[in-house]
């Protein structure tokens, strides 16, 4: 393919864009919001942790002045100690609380955006899956989701705590003490964030880069792995190590960047709160000296200076993490923002009663605007007939079923089903009326039963094997020690080139379609396998309206019609006989390749080998 109106996402690349990561948050919200009821009773219960871890400090003041020696009385300070205790509880109570209400809404959110994002990668255009990296989106999509359970818990159970906090502990101050003890908190925290704010942002470059090139060598070992054969015929093991250490040896380097720069963050945030603390209580305690405070109030000064720089040890982490949850996220939303290219229309119908009868008129198409694929290519397959477009490589042939497919939209011209234009057609209602045998049958990595109920997932099991005796596989299945439970391993690759096409040959008769489409379905295999596959294809062909792509003349002879392409248009059109005659194109191709098999023959005679089907 050449070019694309829109590029993939491509987290190997180190040229994407900076947005403002924040502006996932509101597309983070109507998740969270469909359990609203559960996010206001935990932020309640975060309120009451809160105020009760505020009372801790307060009620341990009393304790202490009620225990010197002037107001030694027994009976408050034992109650001053059980309502001790019971913050304490209440403290670790209704935190747990919260977290209990509030995972159900976490984990809600995180499947519902996971299912969104794979719906929308099934909805957009093959063009996009083309350009894909599966290893790096796979990663990006990967991190995205954990990053929201990532920012939901930190914002809800680090940032908001600490926000509110903060505002009881200002309260407290201001209530019991004098102007300086508000100056020195308020200006040692303002200075402790602006200092964590800044330092984290600087580190964020060195965590953005770690994590591109984190996603570039997972890309290039997916693609490796999935190419294990290839690297394993070229020999080329230590060249593809070397190509993954590449990606590695520059996530090493910005990963030792990001934890160094965390010492600097680290020792700055102490010697802020350090100073801070260390001169409050210079200031407490001269109180105490002078006997404007007590024991009691240098007690609580203390306590509340702790329960505040102890979360807000953790605010460069937290604002760190957050930072870092929301560049993943928008790498996973991101996806959600490429545009799907082929869209139902809004009065989109369902496909037109009756046998299918297809119709191409005057189409052009290009994959990019600067090479034309497709020039005014008209034709039409009646109903239950069968019409082959033959020609050689790069003609255009394979570009019909896709645009039939509407994988693509053609750029001039139309396509009819029926009369009617397929796009105005409900995608769902098109594709289901249409079955195809690919050249490359690719198989999930999954049991050969499940690689034929795919055609029809409703479909009984009785009727799956009714497909495969009619793919003349079931015998072959049969004799497999696991059966229909045979695995058949990633993209199929336990079994050969023929059985593959056989399932799926399977799997097209399971979905009974109106158009059968075969595309070039014989052309990996062997002589021997080919024909014994081409008698099954013309013998599920018969009674469905048939497109046959072939490479192979030999396999088109007995079609209605023949249309020879060349260049992205029809040069001849007409039965075998009838193109034979004619004396061009066709006739070329038909005496090059009877040469072939001929030679291929004489090969086969001098050196016979059996042919796995």
Do not use: C
């Amino acid at each position: 393919m050449m070019g694309r109106s829109h590029s993939a996402p491509s987290p190997a690349g180190l040229a994407l864009p900076r947005r403002g990561e924040w502006r996932v948050v509101p597309m983070l919200l109507p998740y969270l919001w469909e359990f609203k009821g559960r996010v206001m009773v935990a932020l309640v219960f975060l309120a009451v942790a809160k105020l009760a871890n505020v009372g801790v400090p307060l009620v341990l003041k009393e304790v202490v002045d009620r225990l010197s020696p002037a107001h030694a009385v027994l009976a408050l300070p034992l109650l001053l100690l059980i309502a001790y205790g019971l913050l304490r509880l209440a403290t670790t109570l209704f935190a747990e609380l919260r977290d209990w209400v509030f995972v159900r809404v976490t984990q809600h959110a995180i499947r519902r955006i996971a299912l969104t994002v794979f719906r929308h990668l099934h909805s957009l255009s093959l063009r996009f899956h083309l350009d894909r990296q599966t290893g790096g989106m796979s990663r990006d999509i990967e991190r995205g989701t954990r990053g929201i359970s990532t920012l939901l818990s930190l914002m809800l159970f680090s940032i908001i705590p600490v926000l509110l906090e903060f505002g009881l502990v200002a309260f407290v101050l201001l209530a019991k003490f004098d102007w300086r003890f508000v100056a020195v908190t308020f200006s040692a925290i303002t200075l402790y964030i602006v200092f964590t704010v800044a330092i984290t942002e600087w580190r964020m470059e060195f965590r953005r880069r770690a994590n591109e090139f984190d996603s570039r060598a997972n890309t290039r070992a997916v693609d490796s792995l999935i190419n294990y054969e290839t690297v394993k015929y070229f020999n080329n093991e230590d060249y593809e190590a070397q190509r993954y250490d590449e990606s590695l040896i520059k996530y090493e380097s910005a990963a030792v960047k990001t934890e160094t720069s965390l010492g600097l963050l680290n020792i700055g945030q102490s010697l802020i709160i350090a100073l801070a603390v260390t001169l409050l209580m210079i200031l407490a305690a001269q109180g105490v000296v002078d006997k404007t405070l007590t024991l009691g109030d240098l007690v609580l000064i203390n306590g509340l200076l702790i329960q505040l720089y102890i979360p807000l040890n953790f605010l460069g982490s937290s604002y760190r993490q957050i930072k870092q949850s929301l560049i993943d996220m928008e790498h996973m939303f991101r996806i959600l923002e490429e545009s799907r290219e082929i869209e139902d229309s809004p009065n989109a119908v369902d496909l037109p009663a009756g046998n299918a009868a297809i119709r191409f008129e005057h189409v052009d198409f290009s994959y990019d605007p600067k090479r034309q694929i497709l020039f005014d290519v008209s034709f039409e397959v009646p109903p239950g007939s069968k019409i082959a477009v033959v020609g050689h490589s790069g003609s255009g042939k394979s570009t019909l079923a896709r645009l039939l497919y509407r994988f693509y939209d053609v750029s001039a011209g139309a396509i009819r089903i029926n009369g009617a234009d397929i796009r105005e057609l409900r995608q769902s209602a098109l594709r289901s009326a249409i079955g195809i045998v690919p050249q490359d049958t690719v198989l999930f990595n999954d049991t050969i039963r499940y690689n034929i109920h795919y055609g029809r997932p409703d479909a009984t099991p009785e009727e799956v094997i009714a497909s495969a005796k009619a793919a003349h596989i079931h015998d072959f299945i049969a004799s497999l020690p696991d059966g229909y439970e045979t695995q058949v391993g990633e993209r199929g690759l336990k079994l050969s080139g023929g059985e593959k096409q056989r399932v799926a040959i399977a799997r097209a008769i399971l979905k009974a379609p109106k158009i059968l489409i075969f595309d070039e379905a014989t052309s990996a295999l062997d002589s021997r396998a080919e024909k014994a596959i081409q008698a099954e294809l013309l013998r599920i062909a018969l009674g469905h309206t048939t497109l046959m792509i072939a490479h192979r003349l030999s396999t088109v002879m007995d079609a209605d019609q023949i249309l020879v392409m060349d260049h992205g248009r029809i040069i001849e059109r007409g039965t075998h006989a009838n193109l034979l005659l004619l004396g061009g194109a066709y006739a070329q191709m038909w005496s090059l390749q009877q040469q072939e098999d001929e030679a291929r023959k004489s090969q086969e005679a001098a050196s016979p080998q059996a042919a796995v089907v």
